[in-house]
């Protein structure tokens, strides 16, 4: 396995959102909230592509011999006033979704790796990512690189 990592290209667009289409259906069955159509994913490319061009993002692919496995979302955020100004700023892992027939091989780590670099290339102090409650792979992973519970976001249905 030689993986390598690459800023994504217009051309990459459709295994993009075959990516987040593939997550979009994981996740649905965990929360039962997500879209499963592949048009959702289409629409949720255009959204965060739009997000990260205001916030000096970028998605981040992971190939395998020119396969793509894995993206990640990655831009520089910033916290509300009442955050001390030494951590305001910080990176954001938006998304990491590795091929689920990649996944356990350390490309999530890699990715992760990547993320902390760009992070710290900014002059920043603190990476955040999120996951799904429901998610216990993706916690464990992010606790193993060493992420620590920050926020707790609660849902209730109406």
Do not use: C
Request: proline letters at 1%; charged letters at 30%; glycine letters at 8%.
């Amino acid at each position: 396995m030689s993986v390598t990592l690459r800023t994504a290209r217009p051309a990459d667009r459709s295994i993009v959102i075959e990516l987040i289409h593939r997550l979009n259906l994981f996740e649905a069955d965990l929360t039962g909230d997500r879209r499963r159509d592949y048009k959702g994913a289409g629409a949720y490319y255009d959204e965060l592509l739009q997000r990260l061009s205001g916030r000096q993002g970028r998605v981040i692919l992971a190939e395998d011999n020119g396969i793509v496995v894995a993206a990640m979302g990655f831009s520089i955020d910033q916290d509300a006033a009442y955050v001390t100004e030494d951590v305001r700023r910080h990176g954001t892992v938006t998304d990491l979704i590795v091929h689920e027939d990649w996944r356990g091989r350390g490309i999530g780590q890699m990715l992760l790796r990547e993320a902390e670099r760009l992070t710290r290339q900014a002059g920043l102090k603190r990476l955040m990512i999120g996951a799904l409650v429901a998610n216990e792979r993706a916690e464990r992973t992010y606790r193993q690189f060493g992420f620590e519970p920050y926020v707790s976001y609660m849902v209730k249905a109406l």
